[in-house]
């Protein structure tokens, strides 16, 4: 692994670090010599890099709920572009602060079916919201097949949508168009998918939207 390279990612960042730092500068502390590398989004890859020992590229993104497929995708492209010959990628979240828990509740996208046995239900008719929760994931892609190779990259693709307050809209535009480009990148015709994994977040409008 000693030349893989390294892309991650997260929504929000080293979250806990960060406010704990902004709390003691607020209250008058003395920051510690960490603060900085501690508190930076892109400290996160680094720190990684670091105690595996990897010496190829270490980048960092962070593109909201498509982080990990973002990181994927990026690996991708370096690949094939020769930045390296094999790369670690994925995502990873841990956000569960108070100010985390109260920016998504403003944006109404969080559960109101708190305490219940299963609160976050996507594409139930009665769901009625997101779950917010913590974990990581990573892959490990190469730029040839070998005899450890599990799966292969052949189509990808990525959109954006117009503004919304959830970055959705009604109809799953931005999704329909790199749905679209992934499946004519890989030459291949939607009745030849056999399998989709969809976000289901529960949100109202984000289920409805991949229901489109």
């Given at each position: 692994?000693?030349?893989?390279?390294?892309?991650?990612?997260?929504?929000r960042?080293?979250t806990h670090?960060?406010?704990?730092?902004?709390?003691?500068f607020?209250?008058?502390?003395?920051?510690r010599?960490?603060?900085?590398?501690?508190?930076?989004?892109?400290?996160?890859?680094?720190?990684?890099?670091?105690?595996?020992?990897?010496?190829?590229?270490?980048?960092?993104?962070?593109a909201?709920?498509s982080t990990?497929?973002?990181?994927?995708?990026q690996?991708?492209?370096?690949?094939?572009?020769?930045?390296?010959?094999?790369?670690l990628?994925?995502g990873?979240?841990?956000?569960?602060?108070g100010?985390?828990f109260?920016m998504?509740?403003?944006?109404?996208?969080?559960?109101t079916?708190?305490?219940?046995?299963y609160?976050?239900?996507?594409?139930?008719?009665?769901r009625?919201?997101?779950?917010?929760?913590?974990g990581?994931a990573l892959?490990?892609?190469?730029?040839?097949?070998s005899?450890?190779?599990?799966?292969?990259?052949?189509?990808?693709?990525?959109a954006?949508?117009?503004?919304?307050?959830?970055?959705?809209s009604?109809?799953?535009?931005?999704?329909?168009?790199?749905?679209?480009?992934a499946?004519?990148?890989?030459?291949?015709?939607k009745?030849d998918?056999?399998?989709?994994?969809?976000?289901?977040?529960?949100?109202m409008?984000?289920?409805?939207?991949?229901?489109e």
């Amino acid at each position: 692994l000693k030349s893989t390279g390294l892309i991650v990612g997260s929504s929000r960042g080293p979250t806990h670090r960060l406010e704990q730092a902004w709390d003691e500068f607020s209250n008058g502390h003395r920051l510690r010599a960490s603060t900085s590398p501690t508190t930076t989004a892109s400290g996160l890859a680094a720190a990684i890099a670091r105690d595996l020992g990897l010496e190829g590229p270490s980048l960092y993104l962070s593109a909201a709920c498509s982080t990990g497929l973002y990181c994927v995708l990026q690996g991708v492209a370096s690949l094939k572009s020769g930045l390296c010959e094999s790369l670690l990628v994925g995502g990873m979240e841990a956000a569960n602060t108070g100010f985390t828990f109260e920016m998504l509740r403003s944006a109404r996208v969080l559960t109101t079916a708190n305490g219940e046995t299963y609160p976050c239900r996507p594409g139930a008719e009665d769901r009625s919201g997101m779950v917010l929760s913590e974990g990581a994931a990573l892959i490990l892609l190469e730029s040839k097949r070998s005899q450890h190779s599990c799966a292969e990259i052949i189509g990808w693709g990525a959109a954006t949508e117009g503004g919304t307050l959830t970055g959705v809209s009604e109809h799953g535009d931005a999704l329909s168009r790199a749905i679209a480009n992934a499946l004519k990148i890989a030459g291949i015709d939607k009745g030849d998918i056999d399998f989709i994994v969809g976000h289901g977040a529960g949100t109202m409008k984000g289920d409805a939207a991949e229901r489109e």
